[in-house]
């Protein structure tokens, strides 16, 4: 019962960690001599979902629909309900999620934790900002509805809180009424990373939903170049129209079997997808109908993919910067990764100013920008502290969800209002990030003196050869 | 089945089959101990599409109270046709050799109630002539063993009870049925190390509304412990009281 639970890049492996499923709302939390932790489905990539020397509540199994106003679109849930057990309930009855990551299989309340964002940050703001209401649960045994009405600090405070508050135990989300399934995607080429902000400029006023993928290796003139998606759901006119096969929910069989050796992934490889990636997709150029499963979920098709980078996993690295400093800091950032080690997937994205009412939320105004990369040890622990840098200079900030390597001086930068959230958190609560973010040690503070031994739980070092 | 009774609604089994009742929009009255769980178990059926959703909390264990709740749900749905006997508790076999009274809650909760149910529930449905009578029973039931043979027996002997259920009812266009789930992952079983052997509730609840469908006697779910049962009741006796199972 230990270390079946990893996060979704497999790194840091943690090996001394229980699991207490949560079944009922009624039950009092575990008498546990290491600290609690919530934990869902496990798609947060680094060690926020981790809880090394503790016990993981895990949710999956508080997971029941409570009520869902038609009317409204208000559906109320346990924090253990996946979005895509929304999406089959709701989406039949003409509504969407407000927001959505670019998965399906995480929890309400791990939305809530980590105030998700989705395509549509431009107009929407955050996950958080779509929650009604909630109750938490804390170590004490008290249980607090949390609104803007009701308990508001505590409702700031758990909104991105990393599930450091307490445990969810259900929620209230608004729901965006929708005509239809499908989506009115269209796909534009983008030489480079200038032309980027044009289509974003002359997109965003019209569309609800865009993305840009990039591909990774193109260095030079051509940095940046990659295909920008923009979107929204498609009117109502449209609902006569005859369904085919491919516009159906795919419940896809596929799945990756089994750990793909290490050097499946190399520099050649991920040339060879990044350039086939960017040729196919670019003869689907122009406007299109498309399902809104494929075109949220690409991944979500093949399950299990994380294994593609082997069994030492891999790192994910997103961060936002702020516009004013976003063309330097963003060619800096994709010029180095592209240098170091190649990115599988690169995604950019601008987001807008609409603010969310939690404290810890990592979206703000500016252009955030995701990579990944397969865990080569101690350099790429380099790599990142080197983005982590960059990213802190540039006025931007790193996204926790993502993170394995930041560092607590960086974190405290990132977000101004910690000191303010610190006494909100649950005294029997810690994650292995919160640890690795706020130990005193200064040797914490960077992640390549992480395995000297700092002691007390920290996974990093058995996995790491330095 | 579209006018269901579930008793023991808030077991893991239960609330997936449930879930699957709800979703093709049957009426459903569902019976729990503990009035808060099966509140939310009753949302859940109705948010997922039940066409009817009624509740009672009650202790299965007092049988005086088993005549008038089947006659209540019948009454709330308008009829009954079908019903789902899921309650029932693992126990802890070394307590239960040394205690008695702990062997006969075993027996009471796992056989002695649901024989009490379904004598109710058989002359409902042998009088309209209709229905499907589902039992979760358990592999366990299959043959003695050190390690649960008091749980074992509550479930042989409800097996046996259910063969003859059958018989009778037969003629009366009744069905029973009879399931025989193996390890299933739920909180009865949350302290057992799992292997692969051990079926989700989702899994075991599928094949318990097929073998409904189907009017099936008696079936494994996973099907594969038909033949894992076939062979461990294959064992002689001789051989088999010396093995540790």
Not at chain 1, 85 to 102: A, D, S
Not at chain 1, 127 to 141: M, N, T
Request: net charge positive; with cysteine.
């Amino acid at each position: 019962m230990t270390s079946e639970h990893q996060s979704w890049g497999r790194f840091p492996r943690v090996s001394r960690q229980a699991a207490h499923p949560v079944v009922w709302q009624t039950e009092s939390l575990p008498v546990s001599s290491g600290p609690l932790l919530p934990h869902g489905l496990g798609r947060s990539y680094g060690d926020s979902c981790l809880n090394e020397g503790g016990t993981l509540l895990t949710t999956p199994t508080l997971d029941r629909l409570l009520g869902f106003d038609v009317a409204t679109g208000v559906v109320r849930c346990e924090a253990g309900v996946s979005l895509d057990t929304l999406l089959r309930l709701v989406v039949p009855r003409g509504w969407f999620l407000p927001v959505t990551p670019g998965t399906r299989f995480v929890t309400v309340g791990g939305a809530i934790a980590n105030d998700v964002h989705g395509k549509n940050h431009h107009r929407a703001g955050t996950f958080g900002r779509y929650v009604r209401r909630f109750e938490l649960l804390r170590s004490d045994g008290s249980r607090r509805v949390c609104s803007p009405e009701e308990h508001r600090d505590w409702y700031e405070a758990t909104i991105g809180g990393l599930g450091l508050t307490g445990l969810i135990l259900w929620a209230d989300v608004q729901l965006r009424p929708i005509h239809n399934p499908f989506v009115l995607t269209e796909t534009v080429p983008l030489e480079n990373l200038d032309a980027f902000f044009e289509v974003s400029r002359e997109s965003e006023p019209d569309h609800e939903f865009t993305v840009a993928w990039l591909d990774g290796l193109a260095r030079g003139r051509r940095l940046g170049r990659g295909l920008y998606y923009r979107g929204n759901f498609a009117p109502p006119q449209l609902e006569g129209l005859p369904l085919r096969k491919s516009h159906l929910n795919r419940a896809s069989g596929l799945a990756v079997p089994f750990d793909l050796p290490g050097f499946s992934l190399n520099r050649l490889s991920v040339a060879a997808f990044n350039w086939l990636y960017y040729r196919v997709n670019l003869l689907k150029r122009g406007a299109r109908l498309q399902h809104y499963d494929p075109f949220f979920y690409p991944l979500d098709a093949v399950q299990r993919w994380n294994r593609i980078y082997g069994r030492r996993g891999f790192f994910q690295f997103q961060c936002v910067v702020p516009h004013a400093t976003a063309r330097d800091a963003l060619r800096e950032l994709l010029e180095r990764s592209a240098r170091e080690v190649p990115s599988f997937l690169n995604v950019l994205k601008t987001f807008g100013s609409v603010s969310s009412p939690g404290w810890l939320s990592f979206p703000r105004p500016g252009v955030t920008l995701a990579l990944d990369f397969a865990n080569r040890g101690a350099r790429t622990l380099r790599l990142i502290a080197e983005l982590d840098r960059v990213t802190r200079e540039a006025g931007g900030a790193v996204y926790p969800a993502k993170d394995a390597g930041m560092s607590a001086e960086n974190f405290a930068a990132y977000f101004p209002q910690l000191e303010r959230f610190k006494p909100y958190v649950d005294p029997a609560f810690s994650s292995s990030f919160w640890r690795r973010m706020t130990s005193a040690s200064a040797v914490a503070t960077s992640p390549l003196a992480l395995g000297q031994g700092t002691g007390e739980g920290v996974g990093v070092p058995a996995a790491v050869p330095l | 089945m579209k006018k269901v009774l579930v008793l023991g609604a808030t077991s893991a089994i239960a609330q997936a089959t449930v879930r699957l009742l709800a979703a093709r929009g049957a009426a459903l009255y569902l019976v729990g101990r503990n009035a808060a769980n099966l509140d939310v178990v009753a949302k859940d059926a109705a948010t997922r599409g039940a066409s009817k959703v009624e509740q009672q909390a009650l202790d299965l264990d007092d049988f005086s109270a088993h005549e008038a709740l089947v006659e209540r749900a019948a009454q709330a749905l308008g009829g009954l046709d079908g019903a789902l006997i899921a309650h029932g508790v693992l126990g802890e076999q070394k307590a239960c050799e040394r205690s008695w009274t702990e062997t006969e809650k075993v027996l009471r909760t796992n056989f002695l109630s649901a024989a009490s149910l379904l004598t109710a529930l058989a002359n409902r449905f042998e009088a309209q002539k209709a229905g499907t009578l589902v039992v979760i029973s358990s592999v366990a039931g299959d043959r003695g063993r050190q390690s649960n043979y008091v749980y074992g027996a509550s479930k042989g002997a409800l097996n046996v009870f259910l063969q003859g259920l059958r018989n009778r009812l037969a003629r009366s266009g009744v069905a029973v049925v009879t399931v025989k789930p193996g390890f299933v992952d739920t909180p009865m079983t949350a302290h057992v190390p799992k292997n692969k052997l051990f079926a989700s509730p989702e899994q075991v609840a599928r094949g318990i509304l097929r073998a409904a469908d189907g009017r099936k006697n008696e079936v494994y779910v996973p099907a594969r412990w038909a033949l894992i049962m076939f062979i461990i009741r294959s064992i002689p006796e001789g051989i088999f009281k010396k093995m540790k199972l």
